[in-house]
């Protein structure tokens, strides 16, 4: 069973950064989309930002221009550097790999922005 295993969350201040990173526990052959999304307290999950195999990128409005999402195929790894923290960032964050088949989660991570 394939996991996906996310690392970097934490407490920040405002205007602050973080990077997500997340790794898949084994080799998957194909992943068309790969990407993170976000939870906060009592909303729905929600995209972040995603990145298909070729390299076009998606941001949801409330973080283009701040965070940068980057992914290396030959390692199933995806990277989201976050920049500009704000209060309304804090979420738990969750990694997903989407195949032609099936989608992966991780378990999520916790970022958290307060002053």
């Known amino acids: 069973q394939v996991q996906m295993v996310e690392s970097g969350g934490g407490l920040v201040q405002p205007g602050g950064s973080l990077r997500l990173s997340c790794a898949a526990s084994?080799?998957?052959?194909?992943?068309?989309?790969m990407g993170w999304y976000r939870q906060a307290p009592g909303k729905e999950r929600e995209l972040v930002a995603t990145?298909?195999?070729?390299?076009?990128?998606n941001y949801a409005d409330s973080v283009r221009g701040r965070f940068t999402i980057s992914r290396d195929n030959a390692v199933n790894t995806v990277s989201l550097q976050m920049n500009d923290l704000k209060p309304e960032d804090t979420a738990v964050y969750y990694c997903?790999?989407?195949?032609?088949?099936?989608?992966?989660w991780g378990q999520g991570t916790q970022v958290t922005v307060s002053s």
């Open positions: 997903n790999a989407q195949t032609p088949w099936t989608q992966y």
């Open positions: 990145m298909i195999r070729g390299g076009r990128q």
């Open positions: 084994s080799r998957i052959p194909i992943i068309n989309n």
